[in-house]
């Protein structure tokens, strides 16, 4: 069975910097985990769900605009680790972060597979 476990969550100040890692397990072969499209998406309490940065196979990358120019997602194939590196961090960035595997060979508007259970960040003024 396939799962998502990230890591690295945690309280930081303002203008700090954390490294999320996602790592999967299960995965039918290193190439069903390198054909996904990887995502990293957050949620505060009482705010819905964003998608905050994805990966496709082909390493390409997009990101929430609040997020461009301070986080960058990147995967390690071999691995089957997902990363999301943040900095400058800011107040409205606390929430708790999720990673997801998109469906197997789709793009990344595809349906999600898989979730991990998430990892609390907590950004202090």
């Known amino acids: 069975q396939v799962t998502l476990v990230e890591s690295g969550g945690g309280s930081v100040q303002v203008g700090g910097s954390l490294r999320l890692s996602c790592t999967g397990s299960?995965?039918?072969?290193?190439?069903?985990?390198?054909?996904?499209?990887m995502k990293w998406f957050r949620q505060a309490p009482g705010k819905e769900r964003e998608e905050v940065a994805t990966?496709?196979?082909?390493?390409?990358?997009s990101y929430l605009d609040s997020v461009k120019g301070r986080f960058t997602i990147s995967r390690d194939s071999a691995k089957t680790t997902l990363y999301l590196q943040m900095n400058t961090l800011k107040p409205e960035d606390s929430a708790t972060y999720y990673c997801?595997?998109?469906?197997?060979?789709?793009?990344?508007?595809?349906?999600?597979?898989?979730w991990g259970n998430g990892t609390l960040v907590n950004i202090s003024s």
């Open positions: 299960g995965f039918a072969s290193e190439y069903n985990y390198n054909t996904r499209c």
């Open positions: 997801a595997a998109a469906s197997f060979r789709f793009t990344c508007a595809s349906v999600i597979e898989y």
């Open positions: 990966i496709d196979k082909t390493g390409v990358t």
